[in-house]
């Protein structure tokens, strides 16, 4: 019996014991896809306590920490921060089978040297040893990226954003790592929902018709790109395609403003030539779109009136997607206009479809032109890394893949690609054990660091990167 968190944690054979260890482990992290703050790695922030670095924000335990039964007042309430780590701690034996389980405990040992499980009765001692560790200039944010072996970070950034922090990021010279900031225009989209017409009031005080609008958007745009942005990313609840015309989107944009309801179709139909457009825009200046797609958000009414949106009450939908994925590429295709594209998709049973459309769109002498990006939120896991990974080999290249993103917003988030790296060491050290592969370890080792880092470096041609 392996010892928990050993050495080989998740490496079942030599071969992927010889994969990890060679040729992953000391591989550094391309972070192309994170919901960092960029003004706490500008200002490099230093945390209080392990609450404010560890609990805030994170979703993903709050649902855990309300499935156990902790009370909102621990989690997200007004509770003393010390009072919410021992909620926490409580709940963590209960995660066995979750990724947090490992998440937890990869965090306490990589970073605060903690070998003994988190629980009620280790609270306490936790709690004091990591809140003392904290308070050193190792563990400021922008310590903790160097510490991490972090050469690349991608935020997600507001096209209204200043993006005055990465601004003074790139001019310090003593930065970490090369930080730059991703387009994600979800707000521009949403023209059914409550924060659209704050949004165009945010992104010009001068719009007054839908091509305003775009041309509001694409002088943002070019703002981005002037900073070093080459990568946009898209929140989808369903990837639209619906026909439409300009006048009929300018028509429908008018009637948003105007505060008048749009019927479903008319959305949909907005929001396809809104993305076209923007999908244009970013081919014709080199960048790489992302569309996450399958999102259910704020399910709990309730709950999102007393908390807002990402408070942990999303989850996957189903829904069709084959036809408008396939019509909405192709529609950019038709013209040349279609750029290197990341698909993520939030429901595994969508697998099969990422896996084969992006076949269709392959070319151009771009290796690996439109991918289909890591497991996902609810994918992020064991299972759903390997199902990711098998659907990709199976109908298309993992040696082209661009591999893991930590899609956190916190800062002690990067062991998720260790996480990776193992599950990934794991599956081809398995193909080679059962001779699916050969055992040609600089073939299947090259592979392993191409996923790990360099495919995702070639990828997005990040200046400076």
Same mark, same amino acid.
């Given at each position: 019996?392996? /010892?928990?968190m ?29 919901? =960092? ?10 945390f ?26 621990w ?32 965090? =306490? ?10 629980n ?11 809140n ?39 001019? *310090? ?80 944009f008018? /009637?948003a =403003? ?29 960048w ?5 797609i ?11 009136s ?18 408008? =994925? *396939? ?8 013209t ?79 062991t998720?690609?260790e ?12 193909w ?34």
């Amino acid at each position: 019996m392996k /010892r928990f968190m050993g050495e080989d944690f998740l490496l079942e054979s030599d071969s992927a014991e010889i994969l990890y260890h060679q040729f992953a482990k000391n591989m550094p992290i391309y972070d192309y896809h994170c919901h =960092l703050n960029p003004d706490e790695i500008a200002e490099d922030k230093q945390f209080q306590n392990l609450t404010e670095i560890w609990l805030t924000g994170d979703h993903y335990k709050w649902r855990a920490m309300r499935a156990n039964g902790i009370r909102e007042d621990w989690i997200t309430g007004g509770a003393d921060d010390r009072e919410k780590f021992r909620a926490w701690a409580v709940t963590v034996p209960n995660c066995a089978g979750n990724p947090l389980y490992h998440w937890t405990h990869l965090e =306490l040992k990589r970073y605060f040297d903690v070998d003994v499980l988190l629980n009620e009765k280790t609270a306490d001692d936790i709690w004091e040893h990591c809140n003392v560790l904290l308070q050193r200039k190792e563990f400021s944010a922008q310590s903790l990226i160097k510490r991490s072996n972090v050469r690349v970070i991608v935020t997600t950034d507001d096209p209204a954003d200043s993006l005055q922090s990465h601004k003074a990021i790139k001019e *310090n010279p003593a930065a970490p790592a090369a930080v730059f900031p991703a387009f994600r225009p979800d707000k521009a989209l949403e023209i059914g929902k409550e924060l659209f017409i704050p949004f165009v009031k945010d992104l010009s005080g001068e719009i007054k018709t839908y091509t305003d609008f775009l041309d509001a958007l694409e002088q943002r745009v070019h703002v981005f790109h002037r900073a070093g942005c080459r990568i946009s990313d898209h929140g989808l609840e369903e990837l639209p395609f619906e026909a439409c015309t300009l006048q009929k989107a300018a028509h429908i944009f008018r /009637r948003a =403003l105007n505060g008048e309801p749009l019927t479903v179709q008319e959305e949909k139909q907005y929001k396809t030539f809104t993305l076209l457009f923007l999908g244009r825009l970013y081919a014709s200046l080199g960048w790489t779109m992302q569309l996450h797609i399958g999102a259910l958000r704020n399910n709990n009414s309730r709950m999102f009136s007393l908390l807002g949106a990402d408070a942990g009450y999303d989850s996957m939908k189903d829904f069709q997607l084959a036809q408008p =994925l *396939n019509g909405f590429l192709n529609e950019l295709d038709k013209t040349g206009s279609l750029p290197k594209t990341i698909l993520y998709n939030l429901n595994p049973a969508h697998n099969p479809v990422l896996a084969s459309t992006i076949g269709n769109f392959q070319g151009e002498g771009i290796r690996g032109k439109i991918q289909f990006g890591a497991g996902w939120w609810f994918n992020d896991q064991k299972d759903g890394m390997i199902k990711q990974m098998a659907d990709l080999a199976g109908m298309g290249f993992l040696s082209h893949f661009t591999g893991m993103v930590t899609d956190s917003r916190s800062f002690l988030s990067y062991t998720r690609h260790e996480y990776f790296r193992r599950i990934l060491c794991n599956m081809m050290g398995g193909w080679i054990e059962k001779g699916e592969m050969p055992g040609d370890y600089e073939l299947a080792g090259k592979i392993v660091q191409d996923i790990c880092y360099h495919n995702a470096s070639a990828y997005f041609g990040l200046e400076g990167a």
